[in-house]
């Protein structure tokens, strides 16, 4: 095992981060059961603080509590920014780890990224690499300036390291190790499978819908649009409905709130945890969102689905997997839905790596490195 103790600051902020760190956290306990010199600790942002929305995905994921929560709460992208930034540099103080670790594209992703690189602290980054091109989307900055700062960057598919090698990016600071989201679908597919599905409703007679994206559901004409199309989709197959707390907050404001919730056949749900998400999907005749992980859960479970936007950070998804990009024409995405009720779904392929392993390859790779020697220490920079 590796010689240099390593010590080890885990970061996990938001709902799509919690599936991330799960297989993570499990492979580092299990090289520390092995003899591993390693220590974790699991550091929460509080970026997500409802129950809903976080605690339920730790007791799903069986991930332990957080040893440290910052609580930071919502807020606009410059205040949380700097909250999360504000809380975690004391942090790194006191604990002086030899690598932080972050995952995906949240705001807490590139506020704990950018703390820890300037005390010197090496940054590795879980899901680099992926990019839409589209910077009006707060995630693409986040991805930009996270990686750019990242001295080790796991990749899920080569298209990824295609994107940091044309960014200049070192080629031996990128590891591709495929998708730790996918590890924690693999793990708990079988018990989400078993879960009963809502009343009258049965396998494949039905269609899941998410809905968050600031571009989708903060302007009144296009949620509404959104949702006429989903209203027309939903008379020829019932549409079970998650909200996220932005968009349930965005259908009441804007008045769209009460004919929804008269529809039977649109079933509006409070925001689901993850077995029970995943319990949904995998039995669903197609998905709609705007997400990202979901793409990359249907084309991994072989269901069909539509995206709401115009472009994807994740175009393997596209190009192997079950994934169609509609954007937020109405039109559109009807039509993309009667193309799947009419039979034509397209069949995909699972991306290479995407085999339930990639946490372990992440563990290895790290302790390989042991505790990483800045070119400056966290103590000079205190004296200095
Ligand atoms: C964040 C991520 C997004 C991810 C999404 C998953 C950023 C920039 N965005 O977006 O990439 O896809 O999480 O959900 O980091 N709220 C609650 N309870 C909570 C959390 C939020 O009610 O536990 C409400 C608040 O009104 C808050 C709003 O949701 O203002 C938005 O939360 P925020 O964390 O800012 O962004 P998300 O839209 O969730």
Redesign the pocket.
């Known amino acids: 095992m590796n010689a240099v103790p390593l010590k080890l600051l885990l970061v996990a902020g ?3 981060n919690f599936m991330k760190v799960a297989p993570i956290v499990e492979a580092l306990r299990q090289r520390q059961k092995a003899g591993a010199q390693v220590s974790l600790k699991l550091v929460h942002t509080g ?4 129950a809903l ?2 605690d339920a995905f730790f007791a799903d994921l069986g991930i332990p509590q957080p040893d440290i929560n910052l609580n930071v709460g ?1 807020g606009s ?1 410059a205040e ?1 920014t700097a909250r999360v930034m504000l809380h975690f540099e004391p942090v790194c103080l006191a604990e002086r780890p030899d690598w932080v670790m972050v995952v995906g ?3 807490s992703t590139l506020a704990c990224a950018l703390t820890a690189v300037k005390l010197h602290i090496a940054v590795a980054h879980v899901e680099a690499g992926l990019r839409s091109g589209d910077r009006g989307m ?2 693409e900055i ?1 991805r930009l300036c996270t990686d750019a700062v990242s001295d080790l960057l796991f990749t899920t598919d080569e298209l990824a390291d295609e994107n940091l090698l044309r960014e200049n990016i070192p080629p031996g600071r990128i590891s591709r190790v495929g998708n730790t989201m996918i590890d924690t679908l693999y793990r708990n597919l079988a018990r989400a499978r078993a879960l009963p599905l809502p009343e009258g409703v049965r396998p494949a007679e039905f269609a899941v819908l998410t809905l ?1 994206r ?1 571009r989708n559901v903060d302007s009144r004409d296009t949620l509404a649009g959104l949702m006429e199309a989903i209203v027309r989709i939903s008379r020829r197959i019932r549409v079970l409905f998650p909200v ?3 968009t349930r ?1 965005n259908l009441e404001d804007f008045g769209l709130m009460a004919p929804l919730a008269a529809n039977e056949n649109l079933v509006l749900m409070p925001p689901l945890g993850y077995l029970a998400f995943l319990g949904l999907v995998c039995r669903a005749k197609m998905v709609l969102t705007d ?2 992980g979901i793409q990359e859960e249907t084309t991994v479970l072989g269901i069909p689905c539509i995206t709401m936007r115009e472009n994807t950070e994740r175009p393997i998804t596209c190009t192997m997997g079950t994934n169609v990009l509609t954007g937020a024409d109405p039109g559109r995405v009807e039509s993309a839905a009667s193309t799947v009720l009419g039979g034509a779904a397209p069949s995909g392929r699972v991306p290479h790596l995407w085999d339930g392993h990639a946490a372990e390859r992440i563990a290895d790779a790290l302790l390989a490195r042991g505790g990483w020697s800045p070119a400056h220490s966290t103590a000079e920079m205190l004296a200095g």
Not at 47 to 50: A, G, R, V, W
Request: avoid cysteine; hydrophobic fraction near 10%.
């Open positions: 938001a709902r799509p970026q997500h603080y409802d929305m976080s919502s992208h949380q594209d949240v705001n707060p995630e986040n968050h600031p996220h707390p932005r907050r997400s990202g």
